[in-house]
């Protein structure tokens, strides 16, 4: 799951692999809200996600924070 959600981040924000970690919101130039639901919708696309929340997709807004969110989201639908 980690590898295919940074594959995602890399194709978006044109990023090195080992420094996928830190991406977030506030230190990627590139992350707009333009990318960010074009982001959302790779995410939903990628993970077979019926459509993440609006409330959730506000909170998204790092690696770190995406990856939990799809972690927790797995563990729901087992």
Do not use: G
């Not at 799951?1 to 996928?20: E, P, Q, S, V, Y």
């Not at 790779?42 to 972690?71: D, G, M, Q």
């Amino acid at each position: 799951m980690r590898d295919k959600l940074a594959k995602i981040f890399k194709k978006n924000f044109n990023t090195n692999l080992d420094k996928i970690d830190s991406i977030s919101m506030k230190n990627t130039e590139k992350w707009d809200s333009f990318t960010h639901i074009n982001l959302i919708l790779e995410i939903e696309e990628k993970f077979k996600l019926k459509r993440i929340k609006p409330e959730n997709i506000a909170k998204l807004t790092s690696f770190k924070k995406c990856f939990e969110y799809l972690n927790k989201s797995s563990k729901l639908q087992k």
